[in-house]
Structures are given as structure tokens and as C-alpha cells.
């Protein structure tokens, strides 16, 4: 990372925290923007979210090292979310996938090498009235078909 | 989101309901008297555990500190349900007011929505609403002229954790540590936010209060049975012509539900998500009760063409997924309990060791810490003992035969 990067990336998070104050409570918002923007929270930006927090570092990794959302590694820079779980199984998951493989070219859970995606399964998204249903960032599409779920991959950017 | 909002209609929550309505006649009661009407609603929390909401609130109330909290549980991940969807997206005046109402009985000054991070697409329209009741001081500082009454609500976004909706663990995540669940007691209408007292509550039963402090409770308590009160909202999916949220009184039979959603050739249905159980076709006659059968509303419908064993499966990944990992039965009874389902699927088990798994899961239920390892090994108690005969002796002690 260059030191450019750095700094403007430690002047985010300062501005993050003064926005939701600098207390632990702050903690999850502030890492949600952080993986929002960035499609992950660099060990950087853990450092600087633990100094400005006044915690240790480890204690920032334990939280993001919990939640499904939140990760340190970095990925695609749109993510897809097909949900796993039985009603949207049940009402075609699997063909979605194996679509959503061959298009892209890659396994589930793995990035493409252009690193425009990632796709991942992720639990229950609430929506099982109307599967399958799969996120694109933080925008869900419903009631897919194999063929939808690939036209909707060719208009992300 | 792509959906079409529905006109709905029904006995209790999508009854008819002016914004602010519940606000106003709740500042014209005391504390007392809404305590009293939620008594005799006998309003029972609607996540999925039951407990009296009067009594809930009622101790929060009782207890002495210089800040209180009441959150609303939006964390929604129970598998199958999605009615706290429906409620956000289309009846926020419900959820919200019933916050306050909920605020000025107990004494609270700060609100907070807990949204599960699935939900993020609700963020901003929920925070407009929230910027409108400030404007029409349905929140703020002395709330409609009330004096010494502040209240504002805040909303709070999860990160895709399915214990996060276990109260303790949610209270945890607020606080900004990992999503696990603490021992109880000390419960969190004594000790919760930020050692605080803090009373969570579904966003149905907030929806439910509304209702009540308008009609008051002999109202509520006129619909359901004597036990469950009320009405609930059940969210429907699987295998049936009309998935969706419906509003039933308490007490229906599990076969006339699955009459009016249209859902044919019916095998089992899995009640409660799944954590729940899972029905077979013999007990459709049952009811969905606090005493019969209770749920927090998932209700999935499986025809004939389903395997069980399948589903079951599906239903262990997603504990192994979401097990936090604190305490040992849940994490490692979960993995055990998947790989002999796998074991099944390969057609390499033996009696002698499913029997001992079942023996496990009985043993998960008692010792884990929360509700998650409680209630993991229902559903493979329940399908492999009500299906056993579609799974071990459909074909040679393969599956299904096949």
C-alpha cells in the first residue's frame, strides 16, 4: 500500500469514528462501512480502527473474524450471495450456481481473475416466499431463473 | 428490492392503524395502565420463546438505573421466516410506535433496531421514517408535550450471524464484541446494554402493542386460544400455490393452514424454521399453539417428491455455518450430528451409531449455553424418527432407495 493510500484511508476512519464516536459500541458500524467501501477491512485498517478505538488490534480481528460480512482478506469488488438455505434450495439453487460457475469461470467461493466477483453462498436471506433469491452487493434479486441470475451478472459493472 | 406491496388485511397486526396513533393514547395512560392492558392481552413474545411481554416489561420497568434500553430484535434468521420483513418494509408505523410505547413504560430514553445485515436494503428507507417522526416529534425531546419524556431510535446493522438473534448475543454484538451468547442470568432486563437494563423484544410483538394500547388487551385476548393469545403472522414457503406472510389466530390446525395456502400433496412441514420440528403427514391435525405446537412463525411445507434426508442435511450445514463456538456440545455436537447424516447418505452407518447421535442431540438440548445447541438437534431427532422408514428401509438401508 502506498503511503498516499494510507493516509487517506487513516483520514476515513478517523472520520468514521467521529461519526460514530470513538467507543466500542462503534465498533461493528464502523468496520461495516469500512468492508462496504473497501470489500475488505486490510490489517491496516484494523490497526487504525484499534488505535483510534483504543483497543488491541486482535480485538477488532476477533469481531471481524466472526461475522459472515465482514472479512480481512480481500475480494472481488462485487460480491454475489446465492442463499443456500432449504426454500431457496428446494426451488432451484443448485441450477442457479452451476449457471452462475460456468459463466464466470470459477468455483463457488472463489474470485474471478479480472477480480470483478465473488461469489459465495450465504444463509437464509429472508426471502424464501420468493427463490431463489441471490444478493448482489447490497441489492437481492428474486424468483431467478439460471438464465435471469447470469443476465443480471452481465449488467454489474 | 423488486416486490409489490400487497394490500393486507387481517384480524390484529394489518388491521387498520393511523401512525401515531398508539403514541398519543399511550402518553395519555400511566406506566400502570399499560402494564395492565399488555396483562391482559397476555401477549406472549413473538421470536419464537414465548415469554409474557407485561412481565417483560414490567421488570424493566422495576429496575433502577440512571440509562434503560429497549431493543428491537430484527435479526430475523431463523430459516424460513421472513415476517419481520414484511412488518419493516410495509408497517414500520406499527413497529415504531410500539417502540415508544415501549420506551415511555419502561423508562427508556434510547430505542435501538437491531437489522440483520441481510436486511441492509431497509436501511435508508427506515431512517427517512425515522427522520419524519423527528419532525413530527413522535420522537425527540418531550415526546408530543409530554414532559421529561426523550426518546429516539436508532438503527443498528448486524453482519450476517444467525446467534446474533439470540438476546444476549445480540447485546454482545451492540457492544461491539464477537456475537456470543452470555450465561443468563443475570437477564438483560437487569444487566444488558452496557450493563444496563434492556428489554429485547421480537418486531412483531412491538407491532402487537400498538394494537393493544389503541383496543386494549380484552380486545387482544378475544382472538387465539385461551393459552396464546392474539394472532400471529406465519411466513409460508416450500411447496404450495401461495407462499407468503399470513395473519391466523393462534390455535389453527396445521391441515387448514395448508389449505389456504394451497399446498398439495403434502409430506411434512417443518414448524418453527429449523430449529423447529418437523411434522409428518399423521399429526396434521395438530395446532399452532404456545400448547401444541409453538413457532415463531417459519412455517416450510414439503410434498412427496422431497428427501427428507436431503433436507435435513441442509438444516445440520446450516447450524455447523452458524454455531458461534463457544460452548462444546453445539460446536462440536453439530459436526457430528452432519456427518451422520452424511453417513446415511453414503449408506455407511450403523443403528448402534445413529442411535448414540440421537442420544447426543438429547444431550446438545441440555447442555449448551443457548438456544442455538438447544435447539439444533430437534430437527434431527424429529425427521429421522418420524421419516425412519423413508430413510432406513425404503431401499437397503440406503436412502429413499436409492
Known amino acids: ?157 | 428490492m423488486e416486490t409489490i406491496k400487497k394490500k393486507r388485511t387481517g384480524p390484529v397486526i394489518f388491521s387498520e392503524y393511523k401512525r401515531g396513533d398508539a403514541i398519543k393514547k399511550a402518553l395519555s395512560m400511566t406506566r400502570e395502565d399499560i402494564l395492565f392492558e399488555l396483562k391482559d392481552s397476555k401477549l406472549k413474545g413473538r421470536g419464537g420463546a414465548g415469554f409474557p411481554t407485561s412481565t417483560k416489561w414490567m421488570l424493566t420497568a422495576a429496575a433502577k438505573a440512571d440509562k434503560k434500553f429497549l431493543v428491537c430484535n430484527a435479526d430475523e434468521g431463523e430459516p424460513g421466516t421472513f415476517k419481520d420483513r414484511v412488518l419493516l418494509m410495509e408497517f414500520p408505523e406499527l413497529v415504531f410506535d410500539g417502540m415508544v410505547v415501549g420506551g415511555y413504560t419502561i423508562g427508556a430514553q434510547k430505542g435501538i433496531v437491531y437489522l440483520r445485515g441481510e436486511y441492509e436494503y431497509l436501511l435508508k428507507p427506515l431512517e427517512d421514517y425515522l427522520e419524519v417522526m423527528r419532525k413530527d416529534n413522535l420522537l425527540g425531546k418531550n415526546i408530543l408535550g409530554k414532559e421529561d419524556f426523550n426518546f429516539d431510535i436508532e438503527i443498528f446493522l448486524g453482519s450476517g450471524a444467525y446467534v446474533c438473534g439470540e438476546e444476549t448475543a445480540l447485546i454482545e454484538s451492540l457492544e461491539g464484541h464477537r456475537g456470543e451468547p452470555r450465561n443468563r442470568p443475570p437477564y438483560p432486563i437487569n444487566t444488558g446494554y452496557l450493563g444496563r437494563p434492556t428489554s429485547v423484544n421480537n418486531v412483531e410483538t412491538l407491532a402487537a402493542v400498538s394494537h393493544i394500547v389503541i383496543r386494549g388487551g380484552i380486545w387482544f385476548a378475544k382472538f387465539g386460544s385461551d393459552k396464546s393469545t392474539g394472532s400471529k403472522l406465519f411466513s409460508v414457503s416450500g411447496d404450495c400455490e401461495k407462499p407468503g406472510v399470513y395473519e391466523l389466530p393462534w390455535g389453527i390446525k396445521i391441515s387448514e393452514l395448508l389449505k389456504i395456502v394451497e399446498a398439495k400433496n403434502t409430506k411434512a412441514v417443518q414448524i418453527g424454521g429449523a430449529s423447529g420440528h418437523c411434522v409428518p403427514k399423521s399429526q396434521f391435525n395438530r395446532t399452532l399453539a404456545y400448547e401444541d405446537v409453538p413457532t415463531g412463525g417459519s412455517i416450510m411445507v414439503f410434498n412427496e417428491s422431497r428427501d427428507m434426508l436431503h433436507v435435513l442435511k441442509n438444516f445440520m450445514e446450516f447450524f455447523v455455518d452458524e454455531s458461534c463456538g463457544q460452548c462444546t456440545p453445539c460446536r462440536i455436537g453439530n459436526v457430528k450430528l452432519l456427518e451422520g447424516v452424511e453417513m446415511i447418505e453414503k449408506g455407511e452407518f450403523t443403528f448402534a451409531h445413529i442411535n448414540k447421535l440421537k442420544d447426543l442431540g438429547r444431550t446438545m438440548q441440555l447442555a449448551s449455553k443457548c438456544g442455538l445447541g438447544q435447539s439444533s438437534p430437534n430437527p434431527f431427532i424429529s425427521i429421522l424418527e418420524n421419516f425412519n422408514d423413508e430413510i432406513f428401509n425404503a431401499g437397503n438401508g440406503g436412502r429413499n432407495g436409492k
Do not use: W
Open chain 1, 1 to 157: 500500500m502506498f503511503v498516499a493510500e494510507k493516509n487517506a484511508l487513516s483520514e476515513e476512519i478517523e472520520s468514521l469514528v467521529n461519526k460514530y464516536g470513538n467507543n466500542r459500541s462503534s465498533l461493528l458500524m464502523i468496520l461495516h462501512e469500512i468492508q462496504q467501501k473497501h470489500r475488505h477491512i486490510s490489517e491496516f485498517a484494523q490497526q487504525e480502527v484499534a488505535r483510534l478505538l483504543n483497543i488491541h488490534p486482535v480485538e477488532v480481528y476477533s469481531v471481524i473474524s466472526f461475522f459472515a460480512f465482514l472479512n480481512s482478506n480481500p475480494k472481488g469488488r462485487n460480491l454475489v450471495r446465492v442463499c443456500q438455505t432449504i426454500s431457496c434450495d428446494m426451488q432451484g439453487k443448485s441450477g442457479l450456481v452451476k449457471a452462475i460457475e460456468r459463466e464466470l469461470g470459477i468455483k463457488i467461493g472463489e474470485t474471478t481473475k479480472d477480480n470483478k466477483f465473488t461469489v459465495e453462498y450465504t444463509n437464509c436471506l429472508g426471502l424464501c416466499d420468493m427463490g431463489p433469491a441471490m444478493a448482489i452487493n447490497d441489492q437481492v434479486f428474486l424468483q431467478l431463473t439460471p438464465e435471469k441470475a447470469v443476465e443480471l451478472l452481465g449488467k454489474v459493472k
